[in-house]
Each structure stands twice: as C-alpha cells, then as structure tokens.
C-alpha cells in the first residue's frame, strides 16, 4: 500500500524501504525464527515467533547487528555485537522473548567473527585476532576452550546458524575452510573431530576454491554437501565423512549451480541456478537423479532453505 500524501520520489522510496535477510530456525524449534531487518534505519537482529506472530527487535545498537541465530531449542537469540565500527566483537544471547543480554560461549575472546555453528551438546565459533585464526569450542555444558589456532586463514563455512555448513546433525564433526596451503584464494576444507580436533577428512583442489554448503540434517548421516570448481563453474559435491567418498553432483545445467540445503529427510537437494544474472530454484532427487522446477520467481535469490514440513523459503 502507498502513502498518498508522501512526496518522497518513487525511487528514494524504494531505496529507503526496509530490507529484511533470510531467517534462521532450529529444526527443533521451527516457529522460533530470527532475522536482520534494516526497518529501523540500520540492521538489527529481530525475533519472530511464528506460533503467536508475536515479533520484536532484539538488539539496538549504533553500528547494527546483522549475524543472528537460536539456540537449539529456541528459547534464546545469539547474535554477534561489533562493539565499535571495527567488526570486532563477541557474541551474545538473549531471551527469545526478551530481557537481559550475556555473552554466550563463557571464555571465548573478543576479536573477529569468522563464523558460528550449533548442534546438540555442542557450540563452536571461529575468532580471529592479531596473533591469528582460532576455533572456540563448548562441549557439554562447559566453557569454550581453544580447539585448533592457525597464522593462515580458517573459519567455520559462510553460514551462521544450525545444522548448515559448520557442525554436522549429530555434532560430532566440524568442517573447516582454511588456507593453510598458502593460497587464500582457493580455500580447501578440512573436517575435524568437534570435541579433540583431530582431523577426519581433507579436500583441497589445487588452484580452484573449495566451500562447505550444508550437512545432512539426520543425525549420524556424515554427508556433507560442498561447492567446487572442477567444472569451470560452481558444482555441489557430496562428501561422505564416514566412506571418504566424494561424488560431484551432476546436472543438465548451464551457469552455476549450488547446493543451499537438504529435504528434512535427506532425500534431496534445494539447488540455487545462476544463468544470465538470474536465479532458479531447482529440487535435486538424490535416489533417482531427476531434477525438478521448484515454482519461484526467476530473479536474484540471495538465499534459500528447506523448512520441517518441505515448503521452501
């Protein structure tokens, strides 16, 4: 609906109109949604409880706040707070329907954010500071200690949030980006032991960037879908931590394709098509290979997931 008596130009008024990120949920708590939203002038992290359509803006701080989550079972906001313009900060939480804020992940440090990954029994962030790159880690209830410290660049995947690219389902393994071979460019993955760090798995493609996409959300299924390069373009890979076996995903497709998350039963894949500046959402069936249309516009989509009951946000 239009405001008849503004005379702000049409075009200022959509520059100026509120922008809101794709949200995120916990598979156990699916109708506790969190999401950045610029409806106050600058990014906050907002809270929308789908079960009441009660809504609220969590966090209200001068520089904005655009990485926000759950917790596992909902029932608080973890969002990263950038103290002072220079994107350093830590995380905290808060309760999902409000009150008073604590940090979360008691001894983790101050310094940059390179990532955040939840799963049952278990919590791990990726920090920088000016010594290097380090994963934090809490398990079972206890304090976060320094699981793995590198000069070179290493983070937990390119999504916040649970059950994606950081932890897998059951928790018990944790996938890395890194650039260890000297080539930040091109970063090569590395999956490790959530609780000691040891090393389970390694991919590097030489010359040609490698990227953790999403886990199986099935607990104990150690499959993880990565993004390559062999093809010239942007390909999704399966990788099963518990075989080693890595299989590219093959599609009739021009243009790149990406993997952005699994069906809730882990039979299929939401794949993202960029052909000529535009996206397609596609839904790749594991078992038979077909790929299916999914009904959306043809535009950009700048992120897509598969809620509990199939339907595609």
């Known amino acids: 609906m239009t405001n008849e008596t503004d005379t702000t130009p049409a075009w200022e008024r959509r520059f100026r109109a509120p922008v809101a990120a794709m949200p995120d949920w916990s598979p156990q708590a699916p109708d506790r949604i969190v999401y950045p939203c610029t409806e106050s002038g600058v990014w906050q992290v907002h809270a929308w409880d789908r079960a009441t359509n009660a809504r609220r803006q969590v966090t209200d701080h001068p520089v904005g706040v655009t990485s926000g989550t759950t917790t596992l079972d909902g029932e608080h906001v973890v969002y990263w707070i950038d103290e002072n313009g220079d994107e350093s900060g830590r995380w905290w939480m808060q309760p999902f329907a409000g009150g008073d804020a604590t940090p979360f992940l008691d001894g983790a440090p101050h310094g940059w954010n390179e990532g955040l990954a939840l799963a049952p029994g278990i919590a791990a962030a990726g920090i920088s500071d000016k010594d290097g790159f380090a994963i934090w880690v809490a398990a ?15 983070r937990i995947g ?9 932890l897998s389902a059951d928790g018990t393994l944790l996938c890395l980006e890194h650039s260890e071979h000297g080539d930040l460019l091109h970063q090569a993955l590395r999956v490790v032991d959530a609780r000691t760090g040891t090393t ?19 607990p104990g299924d150690q499959r993880l879908v990565i993004t390559h390069e062999r093809e010239g373009e942007d390909r999704p890979a399966i990788w099963n931590l518990t075989t080693g076996e890595r299989i590219d995903v093959t599609v009739d497709l021009p243009g790149i394709v990406e993997a952005q998350d699994w069906w809730p039963d882990a039979s299929a894949l939401l794949l993202v098509n ?17 790929v299916d249309r999914i009904d959306a516009p043809v535009a950009t989509i700048f992120s897509a997931r598969v809620r509990p009951d199939g339907s595609v946000w």
Request: with cysteine; net charge negative; proline share 5%.
């Open 140 to 154: 079972d209830g206890g304090p976060a200690h320094e699981l793995y410290r590198h000069k070179e660049s290493v």
């Open 158 to 166: 390119d999504r916040v949030g649970i059950n994606r690219s950081g």
């Open 200 to 218: 389970v798995g390694e991919q590097l493609d030489p010359g040609m960037s490698l990227s953790a996409s999403c886990w199986s959300p099935i």
């Open 274 to 290: 960029l052909v000529e500046g535009r996206h397609r959402l596609f839904r790749y069936d594991l078992a038979t290979g077909a």
